[in-house]
C-alpha cells in the first residue's frame, strides 16, 4: 500500500473518530430522592446525551455538609453540582463555584434574568453565581379526619387543655381562643389543641403524641427550629446572633411541645428524617408535621416513579400554610405578649459550575437543559418542585394534575407570599451557626434540660443557658 493510501486511511479513520467522539464530556454531581435519580439519570441525562453528543457521568453525594470535599475528589472532572440554598454561599466563599458573569455576555445575562425567578437570591457579592433548580418551603401537611375529630372534641375538653397549658405560661390558652376550622388561620396554640387532644385520645386501641418533624442530628432538623425563629418576628441578625425574644420563644415551644407530649418522641429516639415522618403518617404515628412539597407528594403517592403513597386513604392528606408564630407567655389579659408570622425560610436548590469545570460553556448549557420548559414540568408535575421558571409560573395550569396536585401548589405559593425574602442567612459559616443550633435544641429539647430540675420548661432558664452556652459558640463562628 502507498504512502498516499496509508495517509488518506489516517485521515479519514481520524475523522470517522472525530465523528462518534462526544463534543462534551463531564461528571454531574448530585443528591436526590432515589426516584427521582432514577428519573434524572434515565430520562433528562440521555436525552442531552443525545441532543449534543455528550458523554456525562453522574455521580451521587450523601452528605450535604461535604461538597466541597466532594468536589476536591474529582478536581477538575466535575461539570455540574446539585447546592441547596444554605450551603451556597460557604461554597462560593471557599472558592468552589464559578460566577456566571466570568463566561457569559451581557445579552446572555439579560436573557437568564429575563427566563427565571429570584435569580438574585443566587448572588454574592453582587455576582451571579447559581442557577435555579427548583424552589421549596415547608407546609404544613395534615390528616383531615383527624383535624375534624380534634374541630369536633376541642370545646369539652378545653378547660383540661387550659389546665395543662397553664402549668407551662402560667395561664393556660390565650383569653379570647377559638380553634379555627381552617388549618391555615392557625397559630402555635392550636398546633398545641390538636396535639393535645391527639394525644389523650385512642386510635386503633393505642394513645401518643401524634405530631412530628425532622429530628435527626443534621441541617433538616436545625432548619425547622430556625424557620421557627423567623416565626416568632425574628430576623436573620437574631438568627446569627442566637440573640433575641424570638430566640427563646422558639425553644420555649419546642421544649413544651415535648414535655406536654404533643411531641412524638420518635422523631429523635428513631432519628427520623423525611422518609420517618412519611412511614410516621403510614404508621398511624404521625397526624401533623411540616414537610416540603417534595414530602407531600411521597406521602400522598402519585402512583407513578415509585410514588406510591403512605396513607389508606390518600384523599386524607390536607395542606395548609404554615402556623403562625406568636409567644407562649400572654400578658395579665391572657393575650399573647409577641405577635409572630408565617413566615419561614425559602429554600430550594441550585445548579452551581464549580470553579475547575472542564467546560463551563457547556456545564451551562447542561443546566439549562435540565430546567427547559418541558423537564420543567415534567418534574414539577412528578415531584412536587416549585418550579423556577417564569414561563412556567405565569400557566400553572401546565402542572396541575388532578385536585390535590392543584391544592399543593395553591398553598405553596400562599406560602411563599407570606415568606417574602426570607431565606436562610447569607453569613459565610453558617453552616456552623446551624449545628449550633442544632446541638442547643438536642440539649434543651431530646435531653430535657429546659429547667432545673428538668420538669417544666423554664424560658428563663432556657433564655439563660443560650445566652452562658451557645451565643458564645456564635460569637466564636463570627
Known amino acids: ?47 442531552f446525551e443525545d441532543k449534543e453528543r455528550a458523554e456525562i457521568e453522574v455521580l451521587h453525594y450523601d452528605n450535604v455538609d461535604n461538597i466541597d470535599g466532594e468536589l476536591d475528589k474529582y478536581k477538575g472532572q466535575i461539570g455540574l453540582v446539585k447546592v441547596p440554598f444554605e450551603k451556597s454561599p460557604s461554597l462560593v466563599r471557599k472558592g468552589k463555584i464559578l460566577h456566571l458573569e466570568s463566561f457569559l455576555t451581557k445579552e446572555e445575562m439579560k436573557e437568564f434574568n429575563n427566563t427565571y425567578m429570584l435569580t438574585s437570591l443566587g448572588r454574592v457579592d453582587d455576582k451571579q453565581y447559581y442557577i435555579p433548580r427548583k424552589f421549596e418551603t415547608r407546609l404544613m401537611v395534615y390528616l383531615k379526619s383527624k383535624v375534624l375529630d380534634a374541630l369536633s372534641q376541642w370545646r369539652k375538653q378545653s378547660k383540661e387543655i387550659h389546665k395543662d397549658l397553664a402549668k407551662y405560661n402560667g395561664f393556660g390558652l390565650p383569653s379570647n381562643y377559638l380553634l379555627e376550622e381552617d388549618p391555615n388561620e392557625w397559630d402555635y396554640f392550636d398546633v398545641f389543641v390538636v396535639g393535645w387532644i391527639w394525644a389523650h385520645s385512642s386510635y386503633g386501641g393505642k394513645r401518643g403524641p401524634k ?29 446569627v446572633s442566637m440573640q433575641g425574644a424570638p430566640v427563646v420563644d422558639a425553644f420555649h415551644w419546642e421544649a413544651v411541645y415535648a414535655a406536654a407530649g404533643i411531641y412524638n418522641k420518635k422523631m429523635w429516639e428513631d432519628e427520623w428524617s423525611g422518609s420517618g415522618v412519611w412511614k410516621g403518617f403510614s404508621e398511624g404515628e404521625v397526624f401533623l408535621s411540616f414537610m416540603t412539597q417534595l414530602d407531600c407528594f411521597f406521602i400522598r403517592g402519585t402512583g407513578q416513579d415509585g410514588l406510591d403513597g403512605y396513607l389508606k386513604n390518600p384523599d386524607d392528606m390536607g395542606v395548609a400554610t404554615m402556623p403562625a408564630g406568636c409567644s407562649l407567655k400572654l400578658n395579665k389579659l391572657g393575650r399573647v405578649i409577641r405577635e409572630g408570622r408565617k413566615a419561614i425560610t425559602t429554600g430550594g436548590w441550585w445548579w452551581g459550575i464549580p470553579k475547575d469545570s472542564p467546560d463551563p460553556r457547556a456545564s451551562y448549557k447542561l443546566a439549562r437543559y435540565i430546567t427547559s420548559m418541558e423537564n420543567q414540568v415534567q418534574a414539577c408535575s412528578r415531584f412536587g418542585m416549585i418550579p423556577v421558571r417564569k ?21 405553596s405559593f400562599r406560602q411563599l407570599m407570606q415568606n417574602k425574602f426570607t431565606i436562610v442567612p447569607s453569613h459565610p459559616r453558617f453552616d456552623e451557626i446551624g449545628n449550633i443550633y442544632l446541638d442547643a435544641w438536642f440539649d434543651i429539647v431530646v435531653d430535657k434540660n429546659w429547667s432545673a430540675d428538668k420538669t417544666i420548661p423554664d424560658r428563663n432558664y432556657i433564655k439563660k443557658l443560650i445566652d452562658d452556652k451557645y451565643v458564645p459558640l456564635v460569637n466564636k463562628v463570627k
Open 391 to 411: 414561563d412556567v409560573l405565569s400557566d400553572m395550569k401546565m402542572l396541575f394534575g388532578g385536585e390535590w396536585i392543584s391544592s399543593i401548589y395553591d398553598i
Open 211 to 239: 405530631v412530628a418533624h425532622r429530628g435527626k442530628r443534621y441541617s433538616g432538623t436545625s432548619h425547622r427550629v430556625i424557620d421557627r425563629v423567623f416565626q416568632c418576628r425574628g430576623d436573620s441578625a437574631a438568627v
Open 1 to 47: 500500500m502507498g504512502i498516499n493510501k496509508i495517509y488518506i486511511l489516517c485521515i479519514l479513520l481520524l475523522i470517522s473518530i472525530s465523528c462518534f467522539a462526544p463534543s462534551i464530556q463531564m461528571k454531574a454531581l448530585i443528591r436526590m430522592i432515589d426516584q427521582q435519580e432514577k428519573y434524572f439519570k434515565e430520562n433528562i441525562i440521555p436525552s
